[in-house]
């Protein structure tokens, strides 16, 4: 240390302690990305619970991490003769979620979007 200056051994700490505050950081924002694809997750696989469904709410472009509704607020779940597919009513996901450009909604049937659960003459609903 005799033939460091004074300047340089500060340099030296700060650059450790630099280096430790980075790779924490680094390490939270992980478990950060981790616990919102897990959010993600969740929130794209809706749950078909007896005879109601939870809908996901997805927010908007500046708030990108999308929130369940709460358990009080459960969409009814209507059986179509003809096709014994459950379907959801969609005038109440119209008043249950705000339309606008970013928004998908993940129970209405379309090209990329699944119902979780399909009902057919082999297969029984437990109620």
Do not use: F
Request: charged content about 30%; glycine content about 4%; some cysteine.
């Amino acid at each position: 240390l005799a033939d460091r200056s004074l300047a340089q051994v500060r340099s030296s700490s700060s650059k450790k302690k630099y280096e430790r505050w980075c790779a924490a950081r680094a390490r939270r924002h992980d478990q950060g990305q981790e616990l919102r694809a897990k959010k993600l997750i969740e929130v794209q696989e809706p749950l078909v619970q007896g005879e109601t469904i939870k809908l996901p709410l997805v927010l908007s472009e500046e708030t990108k991490l999308p929130l369940m509704l709460s358990e009080e607020t459960k969409l009814p779940l209507m059986l179509s003769e003809e096709t014994k597919l459950p379907l959801v009513l969609s005038e109440t996901i119209k008043w249950m979620t705000v339309l606008g450009e970013t928004i998908k909604l993940p129970l209405v049937l379309g090209e990329v979007n699944k119902l979780p659960l399909i009902l057919s003459e082999e297969t029984t609903a437990k109620s």
